[in-house]
């Protein structure tokens, strides 16, 4: 069982930046692929972003790439998502979630998830 806790999220302005964290605790954190996904009102919960478990391949959507990164600390059991240049469209509730699998962009591929923390970007 792994449990995972978001945190950073908040209101900013079109442009600005916001850093999500993800803290994991219970099983071997370094042993799982993380993704971040978001999900808007009254929309269908999707992907963002995803990192392997040792860091060092990531993907991303096509609506963040070039502005979102995804990180991982595995020393603090902890994954990111540092988010620039937000557009208003990346108003959701963005949720960290853990897979043993690799390359997963699917919400159902995914075995455990955080509560989500809400992201507002005005206009």
């Known amino acids: 069982q792994v449990q995972l806790v978001e945190s950073g999220g908040g209101l900013v302005q079109a442009g600005g930046s916001l850093r999500l964290s993800c803290a994991a605790s219970g099983r071997t954190f370094s042993g799982y692929t993380m993704g971040w996904f978001r999900q808007a009102p009254g929309k269908e919960r999707e992907f963002v972003a995803t990192?392997?478990?040792?860091?060092?391949?990531?993907l991303y959507a096509d609506a963040v790439k070039g502005r979102f990164t995804i990180s991982r600390d595995n020393a603090k059991n902890t994954v990111y998502l540092q988010m620039n240049n937000l557009k208003p469209e990346d108003t959701a509730v963005y949720y960290c979630?853990?897979?043993?699998?690799?390359?997963?962009?699917?919400?159902?591929?995914?075995?455990?998830w955080g509560q989500g923390t809400q992201v507002t970007v005005s206009s």
């Open positions: 979630a853990a897979t043993s699998s690799i390359w997963r962009t699917r919400a159902n591929e995914y075995d455990y």
């Open positions: 990192i392997n478990w040792r860091g060092g391949g990531t």
